[in-house]
């Protein structure tokens, strides 16, 4: 195992199951640990059933679009991101995905790193 630098193949991560790739949630051990930064990618045909309105005590949320277009709920303004734009969501900023066009594919980043800051808003 090299621990001076890591590659790792996005889609093959996704086909695997994986969206969070690199993170604290990951074994100390394994070279996709990282204490100070989250990092996912998704390849979505639909928002996912499991996401809920919610907000991160401690952590901003970076969504690149490397494909495709999706429309956000940011505090009650429905926000429209396209391929080739990065969409910034503050912490403590409640936020929830409507809509994604299919095939669209999201580099998704968390700084800092904090398991346990999410919280979903009930309905």
Known sequence: ???KYTVVNLESERAKGRKWIFG????????TFSATLELGYVNLNEVETTDQLHFHTTAEEYYVMMSGYMRINVESEIIEVSAGEVLVVRSNTE???????PNTRILL???PASTGD???IAR
């Open 118 to 120: 999410k919280v979903v």
């Open 24 to 31: 604290p949630f990951r074994p100390q051990e394994d070279t």
């Open 109 to 111: 980043l968390k700084s």
């Open 1 to 3: 195992m090299n621990t």
């Open 95 to 101: 936020h929830l995905i409507l809509y994604v066009q």
